[in-house]
């Protein structure tokens, strides 16, 4: 290492020490944890490749060759269906010169090959072809750079980190029991929509992950869940929704379905397992499905038989869920693209036989999700671009935000780990 490179190593620590210390407790993020790319670079090594994070749904490469590109702050890995049926998540950076190899964002490939000097590689990423290389070139050794993958329940899920995986088992049981009823391995894609949100990472989440805005925000949102929305209100209606999730929870548990939640999450798990969180909660009574007139827009999916009006709801990690109702699925991503920018993905998902423009219509399978994704961008723009004013400071957390709270003092705690381990 250079001297100037340790300099700006020792720099950096420096930075990084001096904003935790001053951080407040029990306080929304100072400043440059939402703009500064110094801190983005921390969040990619201790928040994001340090847990599994959701790619896609397994549709999307039913057959050998079928693959997608997954992009996470500059990076891309080619997801991609091998001979065997096995999934293969390759760094898509030629090992010759560094070009992208696939510039296509998804399809069907025999065979990559990189656009600049055609080095071709197999579907696992080997090396197959080097044109006018050496007698002594070995190519073994320049096989296209992997990231670890698997797939659990319809749900293809990457490792970006250089150590070991956290152990997913736990998880992998947990969407076994909760989402094994919706049969989502076997289900197809109704729509899917990708867009950007011009705001950190962080405060993208923070969002998704508090519902105390629902009323205010979400209208639509906050008439389908009671449950989830009515414990931020003062009118009584907290303790309405109490009894609601009682009363529903002794009539389906009757029905054979699965109730209660399991959680693994921050502080909850294990040393070296992913955190996650299953549950399920009721809907407004009014509604049977997550729609615009609480009416089925798709058929059943999977073993279930009667509609019990229930929301199944996932989380692994903090920047990837799941919610299924009895007709349809939603799959939800957020990825960092800049300090100020963020990937998001929603796919929905039906029964794999269920016919489109017969037994679904696209539109209204994604309308509640698609209404409360786009008023989310709204307020979240308009939170970066408050957090950017030289009056911003920190705000205190309400009662109503304790997952918000919860995760944002479990990446200070893991950001303090890291820089505490580089001193050493």
Same mark, same amino acid.
């Given at each position: 290492?250079?001297?100037?490179?340790?300099?700006?190593?020792? =720099?950096?620590?420096?930075?990084?020490?001096?904003?935790?210390?001053?951080?407040?407790?029990?306080?929304?993020?100072?400043?440059?944890?939402?703009? =500064?790319?110094?801190?983005?670079?921390?969040?990619?090594?201790?928040?994001?490749?340090?847990?599994?994070?959701?790619?896609?749904? #397994?549709?999307?490469?039913?057959? &050998?060759?079928?693959?997608?590109?997954?992009?996470?702050?500059?990076?891309?890995?080619?997801?991609?269906?091998?001979?065997?049926?096995?999934?293969?998540?390759?760094?898509?950076?030629?090992?010759?010169?560094?070009?992208?190899?696939?510039?296509?964002?998804?399809? /069907?490939?025999?065979?990559?090959?990189?656009?600049?000097?055609?080095?071709?590689?197999?579907?696992?990423?080997?090396?197959?072809?080097?044109? /006018?290389?050496?007698?002594?070139?070995?190519?073994?050794?320049?096989?296209?750079?992997?990231?670890?993958?698997?797939?659990?329940?319809?749900?293809?899920?990457? !490792?970006?980190? =250089?150590?070991?995986?956290?152990?997913?088992?736990?998880?992998?049981?947990?969407? #076994?029991?909760?989402?094994?009823?919706?049969?989502?391995?076997?289900?197809?894609?109704?729509?899917?929509?990708?867009?950007?949100?011009?705001? /950190?990472?962080?405060?993208?989440?923070?969002?998704?992950?508090?519902?105390?805005?629902?009323?205010?925000?979400?209208?639509? !949102?906050?008439?389908?869940?009671?449950?989830?929305?009515?414990?931020?209100?003062?009118?009584?209606?907290?303790?309405?929704?109490?009894?609601?999730?009682?009363?529903?929870?002794?009539?389906?548990?009757?029905?054979?379905?699965?109730?209660?939640?399991?959680?693994?999450?921050?502080?909850?798990?294990?040393?070296?397992?992913?955190?996650?969180?299953?549950?399920?909660?009721?809907?407004?009574? =009014?509604?049977?499905?997550?729609?615009?007139?609480?009416?089925?827009?798709?058929?059943?999916?999977?073993?279930?038989?009667?509609?019990?009006?229930?929301?199944?709801?996932?989380?692994?990690?903090?920047?990837?869920?799941?919610? #299924? !109702?009895?007709?349809?699925?939603?799959?939800?991503?957020?990825? &960092?693209?800049?300090?100020?920018?963020?990937?998001?993905?929603?796919?929905?998902?039906?029964?794999?036989?269920?016919?489109?423009?017969?037994? !679904?219509?696209? #539109?209204?399978?994604?309308?509640?999700?698609?209404?409360?994704?786009?008023?989310?961008?709204?307020?979240?723009?308009? /939170?970066?671009?408050?957090?950017?004013?030289?009056?911003?400071?920190?705000?205190?957390?309400?009662?109503?935000?304790?997952?918000?709270?919860?995760?944002?003092?479990?990446?200070?705690?893991?950001?303090?780990?890291?820089?505490?381990?580089?001193?050493?």
């Amino acid at each position: 290492m250079s001297n100037d490179a340790a300099l700006a190593s020792e =720099d950096e620590l420096r930075f990084m020490a001096d904003l935790i210390q001053r951080q407040p407790k029990g306080q929304t993020l100072l400043q440059p944890f939402y703009c =500064d790319p110094r801190v983005l670079e921390w969040d990619l090594e201790v928040a994001l490749r340090s847990g599994w994070l959701l790619a896609g749904h #397994a549709s999307r490469i039913r057959e &050998p060759g079928d693959y997608f590109v997954y992009e996470i702050a500059g990076e891309q890995l080619i997801v991609v269906r091998g001979d065997e049926g096995e999934v293969h998540a390759l760094v898509n950076v030629c090992r010759h010169r560094g070009s992208r190899v696939c510039l296509e964002a998804e399809g /069907n490939a025999k065979a990559f090959v990189c656009p600049y000097h055609a080095w071709t590689y197999a579907r696992d990423g080997a090396l197959r072809s080097a044109r /006018n290389m050496p007698d002594d070139f070995d190519r073994g050794r320049h096989a296209l750079h992997r990231a670890q993958a698997c797939e659990v329940e319809g749900l293809i899920f990457l !490792y970006l980190g =250089d150590g070991d995986a956290p152990d997913l088992a736990p998880a992998s049981r947990a969407m #076994a029991e909760f989402l094994g009823p919706h049969a989502l391995a076997s289900a197809q894609i109704a729509e899917r929509e990708v867009g950007v949100v011009n705001a /950190n990472w962080k405060l993208v989440i923070e969002n998704f992950l508090e519902c105390y805005h629902c009323a205010s925000a979400h209208p639509e !949102y906050t008439r389908r869940n009671p449950v989830t929305a009515w414990h931020y209100l003062e009118d009584g209606r907290g303790e309405s929704a109490k009894q609601l999730a009682v009363d529903w929870t002794k009539r389906v548990a009757q029905l054979g379905h699965v109730v209660g939640g399991i959680y693994q999450l921050d502080g909850d798990a294990p040393e070296g397992v992913q955190g996650f969180g299953c549950s399920r909660v009721p809907l407004d009574p =009014d509604f049977i499905s997550q729609t615009r007139d609480g009416k089925p827009v798709a058929p059943l999916m999977g073993a279930l038989r009667v509609f019990d009006g229930g929301e199944t709801g996932v989380q692994v990690g903090h920047t990837s869920f799941v919610l #299924a !109702y009895n007709d349809y699925a939603v799959l939800i991503r957020f990825t &960092p693209k800049t300090p100020l920018e963020t990937l998001y993905e929603f796919t929905w998902l039906v029964a794999g036989d269920a016919r489109r423009g017969t037994d !679904y219509e696209p #539109a209204d399978v994604a309308w509640l999700w698609r209404t409360t994704n786009d008023q989310d961008t709204t307020i979240v723009n308009a /939170n970066q671009q408050g957090v950017l004013s030289r009056w911003y400071q920190p705000g205190p957390y309400s009662e109503g935000e304790p997952y918000t709270r919860s995760f944002i003092e479990g990446y200070l705690a893991r950001l303090r780990q890291a820089v505490e381990a580089r001193r050493a």
